[in-house]
C-alpha cells in the first residue's frame, strides 16, 4: 500500500525526521512518500500559522491521491486543515494529534500529553476535548522551547522532555505520555526507556492506522459532512 505524509511546514529537514518514523513504523510492503509544504511557515505554531499552511497542505494531498496515495498522514500535531483534508481526499486521512490520542486512550487509562510552546496547550486541549479525551487526558504540558529548537538544540530538548514526562507521571498519574510534536519523533524511544512508561510519536500511531484504514478497505465518506467540495468555476460560468 502507499501511505503518503504530509509535513505542513517548510522545514525539510523536519521532514526528513518525519520520514524516518514513518518508515520505521511502516510495515513490510508500505510505501511512505513524503512531501514539505512550499511557502508554509518554517514551523507551525499557532493559529495563524496553521491557516497559512493549510492551502499547500490541501494541494499536495490532492497530487499525492492523483499518483496514486491510499491514505494521508497529516504530520503536525496540532492537526491542521485536518477536515478539509477529509473534504478533498478520497482515501483516509489521519492526523498525528487523533492518531497519538486514540492510541493513547487504548493502552492507558490516563495519560498526558507534552508539546513544543506554553501557547499550543490551549489548541491541544481543544482538541482532546474534541476527539472526546478530556477525562483520560491528565495534562498538556510544555517544555517551552520553539518548534525549531528541537533540531537546533536536541539536547536541551531532550532534558526537558524527560523532566515534563517525569512531572506527569509523578504529578498527573499519567501512565502514558502523548509527544506533542512531530520533530519530537527521533527522541521518543529514548525517552521511553528513560521513563518507563509508554512513550508514543504521533507519526507512528498514525502511519499505523493508516495502514490498518487502508488494509480495512475504509475510505472517507462522500455523502455528508466530507463531501468534495463543490467546484465553483461551473457555477459562475452558469450564473455570469
Do not use: W
Request: charged share 20%; aromatic share 4%; proline share 5%.
Amino acid at each position: 500500500m502507499k501511505i503518503f505524509v504530509v509535513n505542513p511546514n517548510s522545514t525539510a529537514s523536519m521532514t526528513e525526521t518525519i520520514r524516518l518514523s514513518a518508515v520505521r513504523a511502516a510495515a513490510p510492503g508500505t510505501q511512505i512518500t513524503v512531501a514539505t509544504v512550499a511557502g508554509a511557515p518554517a514551523s507551525i505554531e499557532g493559529y495563524a500559522d496553521e491557516a497559512r499552511a493549510v492551502p499547500g497542505t490541501l494541494d499536495a494531498i490532492r497530487l499525492a491521491e492523483a499518483q496514486g496515495a491510499q491514505a494521508t498522514v497529516i504530520a503536525c500535531f496540532d492537526d491542521p486543515g485536518l477536515s478539509a483534508a477529509r473534504e478533498v481526499a478520497t482515501g483516509p486521512v489521519i492526523g498525528i494529534c487523533q492518531a497519538g490520542i486514540q492510541v493513547a486512550m487504548t493502552i492507558a487509562a490516563r495519560f498526558s500529553i507534552v508539546t513544543t510552546l506554553p501557547r499550543s496547550v490551549p489548541i491541544i486541549e481543544d482538541l482532546v476535548d474534541a476527539y472526546g479525551a478530556s477525562r483520560q487526558c491528565r495534562s498538556v504540558r510544555s517544555v517551552n522551547l520553539p518548534v525549531l529548537a528541537l533540531e537546533e538544540d536536541p539536547e536541551t530538548a531532550f532534558a526537558r522532555l524527560r523532566t515534563e514526562i517525569r512531572r506527569a507521571i509523578n504529578e498527573d498519574g499519567a501512565e502514558a505520555v502523548v509527544l506533542g510534536c512531530a520533530g519530537m519523533a527521533e527522541m521518543c524511544r529514548a525517552l521511553q526507556l528513560e521513563t518507563g512508561v509508554p512513550v508514543i510519536d504521533g507519526v507512528s500511531a498514525a502511519v499505523k492506522l493508516a495502514e490498518a484504514m487502508v488494509g480495512g478497505g475504509f475510505a472517507t465518506a462522500k455523502t455528508g459532512s466530507f463531501a468534495f467540495p463543490r467546484d465553483k468555476s461551473l457555477m459562475a460560468a452558469t450564473h455570469p
